[in-house]
Nanobody
Framework: QVQLVESGGGWVQPGGSLRLSCAAS????????MGWYRQAPGKQRELVAS???????SYADFVKGRFPISRDRAKNTVYLQMNSLKPEDTAVYYC??????????????WGQGTQVTVSS
């Protein structure tokens, strides 16, 4: 069974940094697009950043230049480096991935989410 597991969330003061990790495990044959989303209380889940199978990067306007996304193919892991954090970045961050597995099918998977809190 393929799954995504996030780590790296926590509390940080405004202006600080955190790095989120999303590790994929299981019988994985190939990756499609991988991305990070977030959901703040009372708001809809929104895309933060994504990286497709060719390495093309996309960012929401509210994080451009602050949250670079990267991928380590050898570790089946995607990272979100969050810099210059603001209180409005407070949310649960979710990893999403399109993964082709030994089940011979593409799956659209979500991680369990990791809380990021930015406050003084």
């Amino acid at each position: 069974q393929v799954q995504l597991v996030e780590s790296g969330g926590g509390w940080v003061q405004p202006g600080g940094s955190l790095r989120l990790s999303c590790a994929a495990s299981g019988s994985i044959f190939s990756f499609g697009a991988m991305g990070w989303y977030r959901q703040a209380p009372g708001k809809q889940r929104e895309l933060v950043a994504s990286i497709d199978s060719g390495g093309h990067l996309s960012y929401a306007d509210f994080v451009k230049g602050r949250f670079p996304i990267s991928r380590d193919r050898a570790k089946n892991t995607v990272y979100l480096q969050m810099n210059s954090l603001k209180p409005e970045d407070t949310a649960v961050y979710y990893c999403n991935g399109k993964i082709y597995s030994s089940a011979n099918t593409w799956s659209d998977l979500w991680g369990q989410g990791t809380q990021v809190t930015v406050s003084s």
